[in-house]
């Protein structure tokens, strides 16, 4: 199976579609204006034997500068460039230009061709070669091997075939298992078919009938047909050049530089830190606010630069950048793109993506310029540690780790957990992600949040676990549960019903303030069984002041001394400990209770009998039963 791309590089009419269609019999000019001009304006593909089973494609790229963006397209796919140069002109301007992009987006491979050897002297082709030689030199293409071609003659063309079909096989297949991504380059219609768009596939598989989302309008469609070199398929994978017939998908909504993939998996950016090198014959140096054209996959988009480690980078140096962009695109860590002047339209760099998903992270200028400094060369566990723990909010799941990584899934869950097994990054019970350092900093900071709504609260021995959280920002409730749990087990902190409170702390009571707590809770007590509300208090103690007098009712309420047995009904904790223990020995002997007898027990009226009954059935004191109370186990209870 097909799982190489070949491209073509090298100046207009430096004979690339010749060279094609001799190798192939296709001729890969395939627009009427092409075959009138005589030039290739759009990306064409061919598909070229290497033995009787496989084959793969070749794209044939645009060399006139006006097209340079379709060339640069095509370029990003390529795992295998054909650089040409005729023998005849030797090295010119977009011959360079072709070659530094190569270098820019990393390409692994070439072989060198000269083309046009008809034309030409041995003095001149040696000459020429030379010339390319001193070119390459310190590059991918620096040991590549040269191939002396003419198209007319055929002369050197079984020997270049042989040396292609050498190199594809020393070439390592893409890795399919990744999520399925595809660049669109072209689109089009087909008269009863609809929508097609076709691309190469970047990364993993898909079958026919599976849906597809199209990026970055996040429309979904499902997948008609595929077609491989001309053949319907029902699957496509990493490397092959394929063609889409999408349902549900107008051809107005789409574009060339969209992208097709699994639904749920990208999500469309309009920031991305990268890294970036200025060539070395770039006109300026690069300055932050200025406008370039932004080329990546298949899509080109402005863009704004803001240089993140320097104030300015001088052709030839790397930097760290943030690319805002103009619109939104789909990008993946480890993507390569390159950048273009606004005007006039000159590549002068490129470099690889590092954060898609910038804002999700601390944003001071130095905390990101050292997040991107550890994940330049980081091994694949250490990259989704750091997307662990540089994260503003917890991870919520596996999948938006891939999404940041750019990782497989199986790979994700893989390093995920190892480091849930070495203590580096903890799971909570909700399936969210929380690295140990940052979870440290939760408890650290819980823990200076009580103390602090302590000193605010002297009178408070505890103090309500929600309001903490609420006051140092932990949305989470898994979070806040384990933070409780490792505190309580520290022996830092006491939790009692949604109530917490160090154990250091103790209440700081004024003598006056005392005095009044105790006549306060006296005269609770005195109120006996008959429910108050808390107004009932305050107009007691009138004359000791509002303030006063407030802090020391909600002082009783938050230790449970003053229980609100329904809304804005209170009664002493002692007293009503003293129904509940009158109820259970009631219940020990006769079983079942009403409010009417509850009340003759308790010398109250029917309604507060009522409210307390209800009270302890939704504490779990009692049950209800055929209209009475019961006690909930089979047995006596004390």
């Known amino acids: 199976m097909q799982k190489i791309i070949i491209g073509t590089a090298g100046h207009v009419d430096h004979g690339k579609s010749t060279l094609v269609k001799t190798l192939t019999g296709v001729d890969p000019d395939r627009l009427p204006e092409e075959k009138a001009r005589e030039m290739t304006i759009d990306l064409g593909f061919v598909f070229f034997p290497i033995d009787e089973q496989e084959e793969v494609a070749i794209i044939d790229v645009p060399g006139h500068e006006r097209f340079i963006k379709v060339m640069i397209a095509g370029a990003n796919s390529i795992r295998l460039v054909l650089f040409t140069v005729a023998a005849d002109e030797g090295i010119m301007p977009q011959t360079k230009e072709h070659f530094d992009i190569l270098k820019l987006l990393k390409i692994e491979r070439g072989i060198i061709v000269l083309t046009k050897i008809d034309k030409a002297n041995k003095e001149e082709i040696a000459l020429v070669t030379e010339d390319?030689?001193?070119?390459?030199?310190?590059?991918?293409?620096?040991?590549?091997?040269?191939?002396?071609?003419?198209?007319?003659?055929?002369?050197?063309?079984?020997?270049?075939?042989?040396?292609?079909?050498?190199?594809?096989?020393?070439?390592?297949?893409?890795?399919?298992?990744?999520?399925?991504?595809?660049?669109?380059?072209?689109?089009?219609?087909?008269?009863?078919?609809?929508?097609?768009?076709?691309?190469?596939?970047?990364?993993?598989?898909?079958?026919?009938?599976?849906?597809?989302?199209?990026?970055?309008?996040?429309?979904?469609s499902r997948i008609r047909g595929i077609q491989v070199h001309n053949q319907l398929v029902e699957e496509v994978f990493a490397g092959q050049r394929a063609a889409f017939n999408l349902s549900d998908v107008a051809i107005s909504e789409i574009?060339?530089?969209?992208?097709?993939?699994?639904?749920?998996?990208?999500?469309?950016?309009?920031?991305?830190?990268?890294?970036?090198?200025?060539?070395?014959?770039?006109?300026?140096?690069?300055?932050?606010?200025?406008?370039?054209?932004?080329?990546?996959?298949?899509?080109?988009?402005?863009?704004?630069?803001?240089?993140?480690?320097?104030?300015?980078?001088n052709p030839g140096e790397n930097g760290l950048v943030m690319l805002r962009l103009e619109n939104p695109i789909i990008a993946a860590r480890a993507e390569r793109y390159l950048i273009r002047t606004y005007s006039p339209m000159k590549v002068v760099g490129g470099g690889v993506i590092l954060d898609v998903y910038p804002a999700q992270y601390r944003r001071s200028r130095k905390e990101v310029v050292e997040y991107l400094n550890q994940i330049k060369e980081a091994s694949p566990k250490e990259i989704v540690e750091k997307i662990i723990l540089n994260s503003k909010v917890l991870i919520k799941n596996d999948i938006e780790i891939l999404k940041i990584a750019n990782l497989t899934l199986e790979e994700t869950k893989i390093y995920l957990e190892k480091l849930i097994n070495d203590g580096t990054v903890m799971r909570l019970r909700d399936g969210s992600l929380v690295h140990q350092v940052t979870f440290n900093k939760f408890k650290e900071k819980f823990i200076n949040g009580l103390k602090e709504l302590h000193n605010k609260n002297p009178l408070s021995i505890y103090i309500r676990s929600s309001h903490?959280?609420?006051?140092?920002?932990?949305?989470?409730?898994?979070?806040?549960?384990?933070?409780?749990?490792?505190?309580?087990?520290?022996?830092?902190?006491?939790?009692?019903?949604?109530?917490?409170?160090?154990?250091?702390?103790?209440?700081?009571?004024?003598?006056?303030?005392?005095?009044?707590?105790?006549?306060?809770?006296?005269?609770?007590?005195?109120?006996?069984?008959?429910?108050?509300?808390?107004?009932?208090?305050s107009n007691a103690f009138s004359s000791q002041g509002h303030e006063k007098v407030n802090k020391v009712i909600n002082c009783l309420i938050e230790n449970g001394l003053l229980i609100e047995i329904k809304e804005g009904a209170f009664l002493y904790q002692e007293v009503l400990q003293e129904a509940k223990t009158q109820l259970v020995n009631y219940l020990n002997e006769k079983e079942s209770i009403r409010a009417s007898e509850f009340k003759v027990i308790l010398g109250i009226s029917r309604d507060t009998a009522r409210d307390i009954l209800d009270y302890f059935l939704k504490v779990g004191v009692t049950e209800r039963i055929e209209g009475t109370h019961r006690l909930p186990t089979t047995g006596k209870t004390n």
């Open 132 to 220: 390319v030689k001193e070119l390459v030199k310190g590059s991918f293409l620096e040991n590549a091997p040269t191939f002396c071609v003419s198209s007319i003659t055929k002369q050197g063309i079984d020997e270049l075939a042989q040396g292609i079909r050498k190199t594809v096989r020393e070439i390592s297949p893409l890795a399919d298992s990744g999520i399925f991504r595809m660049p669109i380059d072209r689109v089009f219609t087909i008269k009863g078919f609809g929508t097609i768009v076709a691309g190469t596939v970047i990364s993993g598989r898909l079958k026919r009938s599976e849906l597809v989302e199209v990026l970055p309008i996040k429309k979904t």
């Open 255 to 313: 574009a060339k530089g969209y992208e097709i993939s699994l639904q749920d998996y990208f999500d469309p950016t309009t920031r991305i830190n990268t890294e970036i090198s200025l060539l070395p014959n770039a006109s300026k140096p690069l300055t932050s606010g200025v406008r370039v054209r932004l080329h990546k996959g298949t899509c080109e988009v402005m863009t704004r630069i803001t240089i993140l480690d320097k104030e300015k980078i």
């Open 468 to 537: 903490v959280a609420k006051d140092i920002n932990i949305l989470n409730q898994y979070l806040l549960d384990k933070i409780i749990e490792d505190l309580c087990s520290e022996q830092k902190i006491e939790y009692k019903e949604d109530n917490v409170r160090l154990l250091s702390f103790a209440p700081k009571i004024s003598p006056d303030i005392k005095i009044l707590l105790d006549e306060v809770k006296l005269y609770a007590k005195k109120l006996g069984f008959r429910a108050f509300p808390v107004s009932k208090i």
